[in-house]
């Protein structure tokens, strides 16, 4: 990633746009769709969808608030304040455009609708967690309770929807909560799809003989970064290297001929990575 691409990723201009954006898509999703068919989302979007199917008095986007609120609270002095106040923004930027969104895609079959609706509201929780702050409290209370317990964010939000969907089991149908699952499960796939998009990098592993002259190809032809490890073939105690080096889809082939060009018996192993932080490739998030 040059300079210029770094420095526009990290601004708070990137940020508030792709947070507003990632927003409104969310809200499109439910809005026009999810909420026709009574389903149930994720998180605490989710709760408070619950809390307004038994409090109806309560619109859905102060539901949103109120539960945000106590979070925010107890997250004042324990995340950063970057990571608080874009948190802050995007709360507030969901429980408004959910307070006056109103539209409806027109989609009558529930299969359809559930999996229109993940494509949708994944899309927008990629968008939304890309970037330096998250979807709202809680996110803030997952890293809170990642620093310090250890608890994965993972096994958090499972846990969490898995609450989630207890509590509306006694005021929806079956088949609604099953619909709703379908639902959250496109929505994570669509999610890590939409992460991967922003941060997609491919790590290169190269075994090779000619460790020293692949690496002077990466990093002074090519301009890429490369490690060198030092090795030893398992069955036959040859002395080889291993070469590492991260690179995108793009460049991946040519990589790949020139290190053929320079050892015919090379091995190349290539992995997908879902996020690559740091060093030339961008700052990490900081929390």
Request: hydrophobic share 50%; net charge positive; with cysteine.
């Amino acid at each position: 990633m040059n300079l210029q691409l770094r420095s526009l990723t990290d601004s708070l201009v990137w940020n508030v746009f792709l947070l507003t954006l990632g927003s409104v898509v969310y809200v499109i999703g439910y809005s026009g769709i999810a909420a026709h068919h009574d389903f149930v989302p994720g998180a605490l979007y989710g709760l408070a969808v619950v809390g307004n199917n038994i409090v109806p008095e309560i619109s859905l986007a102060r539901w949103y608030v109120l539960l945000n609120v106590p979070l925010f609270v107890v997250a004042w002095k324990s995340v950063g304040r970057r990571f608080f106040f874009l948190n802050l923004y995007a709360m507030l930027a969901i429980a408004l455009l959910t307070a006056f969104v109103r539209c409806d895609f027109g989609i009558k079959a529930d299969v359809y609708s559930a999996i229109a609706a993940g494509a949708f509201m994944g899309a927008g929780a990629g968008m939304i967690l890309r970037t330096y702050g998250g979807g709202g409290g809680l996110d803030v209370l997952a890293v809170i309770l990642n620093r310090k317990y250890g608890l994965r964010f993972g096994v958090f939000f499972f846990l969490f929807n898995a609450v989630v969907m207890l509590s509306a089991l006694r005021r929806f149908s079956p088949d609604t909560i099953i619909a709703s699952m379908v639902m959250l499960f496109i929505s994570s796939v669509v999610t890590e799809y939409v992460l991967s998009l922003f941060n997609q990098r491919k790590a290169v592993r190269i075994l090779t003989r000619r460790g020293k002259e692949i690496a002077q190809n990466i990093t002074q032809v090519r301009r890429q970064s490369a490690t060198v490890f030092p090795g030893k073939g398992g069955f036959s105690g040859v002395e080889v290297d291993m070469v590492l080096s991260i690179t995108d889809r793009l460049r991946l082939r040519s990589l790949e001929q020139d290190v053929f060009a320079l050892d015919p018996e090379a091995i190349i192993v290539v992995e997908n990575t879902f996020s690559v932080a740091g060093g030339s490739l961008g700052l990490p998030k900081n929390y």
